[in-house]
């Protein structure tokens, strides 16, 4: 199951309101905007939705109108918390209602009997926290795996002196952080064929090197080991560890890693990406996104990265692209679902990606 649509909103009727419209989102997806238009935003939208419903967060504020997909349904859910209560909750199946709540008051539907049942669940936590039955209830199952499986990551926090350590290092499927990632490459080392991988994935985007290992610190404040990333790149006689590597080597290897771990573990998940490509220069920041569509393109894997590199919109086809745009307190986002006629006209101009962000189609100089 993957995101399909988003709209969200916050403090309507306040000097503080901020609403997202129309987000469309394939499986995979590059969302480009100006400094301060809400990218980052969109990428805690998603996130603290998948927070919650995992139960990794309490209940924040906010108004979720949330589309997924897979195969053979569509699931809609409605969520609304207003001062860490639960004032609406509504999840539709092909348009049909499973799930009304409107602070107390709940009718949801049973799959055993077939019938409307009304509950009155405590209004500070989610139906689907108290009412979870795999039989009876298996519609919330979609939602929950998707929560679960659900890896979002922000790579402008990563520092190669920032040395990360996993509260659980035996936990290596998924961390929060991408500078964990050498916990991850440890178990990689006893696999040729991962490093491998890492190795190829790295010399596409321009970082060749030689090998790549861990090696182990010691602290005496904390009850586990720390590890560093290791690598001897192909022009240098020495190993070197993250301490000594430029920010953008260190965040390429990172995020490189994780996706070697996602491809290899082959779950169905979303992963977001917030600021892909800082740090790195022009080239190579263009390869990273050509790197991450190739590898994910034919995985379980939903991609969402965002960027303020407007040059990136020329590495991936136009379906891809979300143009994020705001006006006031509203982001508006133009994409080819919603804005079919307005790309498919564009690809015949002869201008190219860029062009269409810098609003040369849509009359918006920004």
């Not at 993957?2 to 916050?10: A, F, G």
């Not at 539907?109 to 509950?119: F, G, K, P």
Request: charged residues 25%.
């Amino acid at each position: 199951m993957i995101i399909s649509k988003l709209s969200y909103y916050e403090n309507r009727k306040k000097n503080n309101f901020w609403e997202i419209k129309d987000l469309c989102f394939n499986k995979i997806n590059l969302v480009i905007g100006l400094n301060s238009t809400g990218k980052t935003r969109l990428v805690r939208v998603i996130s603290a939705f998948a927070k919650i419903i995992s139960r990794k967060s309490k209940l924040l504020n906010g108004n979720w109108d949330l589309e997924f997909k897979d195969d053979r349904h569509i699931y809609n859910y409605i969520l609304s918390i207003e001062k860490g209560k639960v004032k609406r909750e509504e999840i539709t199946i092909d348009g049909i209602k499973k799930l009304l709540r409107t602070g107390t008051e709940c009718s949801i539907y049973s799959e055993i009997d077939n019938e409307t049942h009304i509950i009155n669940p405590p209004n500070n936590t989610l139906v689907l926290h108290v009412r979870r039955d795999t039989k009876e209830y298996s519609f919330f199952e979609n939602f929950i795996k998707w929560s679960e499986n659900f890896n979002g990551y922000n790579f402008t926090n990563v520092k190669p002196n920032n040395i990360s350590v996993p509260i659980d290092p035996n936990q290596t499927e998924f961390f929060d952080d991408l500078g964990a990632t050498p916990y991850i490459l440890k178990k990689m080392l006893l696999n040729k064929e991962d490093i491998d991988q890492i190795k190829e994935y790295l010399s596409l985007i321009d970082y060749p090197i030689d090998s790549i290992n861990v090696k182990s610190i010691m602290q005496s404040n904390l009850s586990t080991e720390v590890l560093l990333t290791t690598i001897k790149e192909k022009d240098l006689n020495c190993e070197i560890d993250q301490t000594q590597m430029s920010q953008g080597m260190f965040r390429a290897i990172a995020l490189v890693i994780i996706i070697q771990q996602l491809i290899k573990l082959d779950k169905s998940c979303t992963i977001i990406i917030d600021d892909i490509g800082e740090g790195l220069d022009y080239q190579r920041s263009k390869k990273i996104i050509k790197l991450l569509v190739s590898k994910i393109k034919n995985t379980n894997i939903q991609l969402i990265v965002t960027s303020n590199h407007r040059f990136m919109i020329n590495s991936v086809d136009l379906k891809y692209l979300n143009i994020l745009d705001r006006i006031g307190q509203t982001v508006k986002s133009y994409n080819y679902k919603n804005s079919k006629k307005l790309f498919d006209d564009f690809r015949y101009t002869g201008l190219n990606n860029f062009d269409l962000f810098t609003g040369k189609m849509y009359g918006n100089g920004n």
